[in-house]
């Protein structure tokens, strides 16, 4: 594809027995939209802005209005620091089951596979993707924590774009620069 743009909500589901005065269950913590093509990608949701030309990374932390730029690790799997390179690196560093699960998301019928991280020095214990079973688009994305702790990451909307933006998109706009505090850590 030469695009994507997806909507998404991220949801913690704290396990039974810990202090879940202040869980939310599966109330969405936030929502938001990754819009990407090739090494570059644009993540906004109420609390943060993540933007990646593939070189340079801007992260506005919109609170404290704080914009951190760092060099772009391509290399990096995470699914905040690079959210088409997580999608793209379950292939390597996980064992698969020889079973997937079938379910149910949103109305749609997925596969479920659970994958095990090789390091074991990660913050999680397994990963889980549903992919929708005509499509084979992705819908869900759940972190088991070591704590029990789960983050599940629903992605409500997965659509191809055929036109692709010009990279001054995925770059922080210069012009709402004023009034930020701005940390260059290139």
């Known amino acids: 594809m030469p ?20 869980s939310r269950g599966d109330i969405p913590l936030y929502k938001g939209v990754v819009q990407a093509q090739g090494n570059s990608y644009k993540l906004t949701n109420p609390e943060l802005e993540l933007y990646c030309d593939g070189y340079t990374k801007w992260i506005l932390n919109i609170s ?8 772009n690790d391509a290399t990096a799997t995470d699914i905040v620091e690079n959210p088409l ?8 560093g996980y064992e698969y089951p020889f079973r997937v699960f079938s ?9 479920v ?9 990660l913050a999680y214990k397994s990963i889980s993707v549903g992919i929708e079973k005509n ?33 001054e998109y995925f ?3 210069a012009s709402r620069l004023k009034g930020l505090e701005v940390n260059d850590m290139r």
């Open 85 to 92: 390179g997580f999608l793209t690196s379950l292939n390597k």
């Open 3 to 22: 695009a994507v743009e997806m909507d998404f909500e991220l949801i913690q589901d704290k396990p039974a027995g810990k202090n879940n005065s202040s």
């Open 64 to 71: 404290s209005k704080e914009l951190v730029i760092v060099p």
């Open 135 to 167: 499509t084979y688009i992705p819908r869900m994305i759940k972190y088991l924590a070591k704590d029990g702790t789960s983050y599940i990451i629903n992605i409500t909307r997965f659509e191809k774009q055929n036109s692709v933006r010009p990279k």
């Open 103 to 111: 379910g149910s998301r949103s109305g749609k019928q997925i596969w």
């Open 171 to 173: 770059q922080f706009p």
């Open 113 to 121: 596979v659970d994958l095990t991280p090789l390091n074991k020095r």
